[in-house]
């Protein structure tokens, strides 16, 4: 089955910048979505097809694509960024959704 | 504003079954795909299953193929998915999702929003 692979943790000090990996190989063909998550709370979207911004997010958040990696930057990381942030695409016939396995980013 | 409430969610002994209901309000129901999306505990998401506007066209995770259903009732804006023959390894939070999809012909998409979700516990 297909898998988007995350790192496990990443870490900054705020006001810094935190950049979110995820790579699949049908990441060329499908767009890429990124959900953040905060302890006992449902996903709330942060960016879709690659790079765009849901009205409500932050411009500090934003989203980028190259090849099988997309990436989640968050620039000038505030202590309330603190979370779990999925990737999320479909398989290469588009009928299956799949998230990646999740990044924990703590804020030092 | 737009509004997702899950409900039907418990203890059951593995084997049983148990039914999921979503309560949507505040968009036109019938002009979205909708998904549900589960969390094992302390876990990643994972998708469940998806289901057209008008429930001619449904996909499921592997995992669960035979053994769930989902459907919808577009007259009462609601979602539900039938899960039968559950497992230990099905027991998580269970979310309905808005399923938004990125082509007309829903071959890949996002959610958004999503309800705050409703356990799942199989255990005897």
């Known amino acids: 089955s297909y898998e988007l692979t995350q790192p496990p943790s990443v870490s900054v000090s705020p006001g810094q910048t935190a950049r979110i990996t995820c790579s699949g190989d049908a990441l060329p063909k499908q767009y890429a979505y990124w959900y953040q998550q905060k302890p006992g709370q449902a996903p709330v979207l942060v960016i879709y097809k690659d790079s765009e911004r849901p009205s409500g997010i932050p411009e500090r958040f934003s989203g980028s694509s190259s090849g099988t990696t997309v990436t989640l930057t968050i620039s000038g990381v505030q202590a309330e960024d603190e979370a779990d942030y999925y990737c999320q695409s479909a398989d290469s016939s588009g009928t299956s959704r799949v998230f990646g396995g999740g990044t924990k980013l703590t804020v030092l | 504003e737009v509004q997702l409430v899950e409900s039907g969610g418990g203890l059951v002994q593995p084997g049983g079954s148990l039914r999921l209901s979503c309560a949507a309000s505040g968009f036109t129901f019938s002009s979205y795909w909708m998904s549900w999306v589960r969390q094992a505990p302390g876990k990643g998401l994972e998708w469940v299953a998806n289901?057209?506007?008008?429930?001619?066209?449904?996909y499921y995770v592997d995992s669960v193929k035979g053994r769930f259903t989902i459907s919808r009732d577009n007259a009462k804006n609601s979602l539900y998915l039938q899960m039968n023959s559950l497992r230990a390894e099905d027991t998580a939070v269970y979310y309905c999702a808005r399923d938004y999809c990125s082509s007309t012909s829903c071959h890949g998409g996002w959610f958004d929003p999503w309800g705050q979700g409703t356990l799942v516990t199989v255990s005897s």
């Open positions: 289901i057209k506007q008008d429930g001619s066209e449904k």
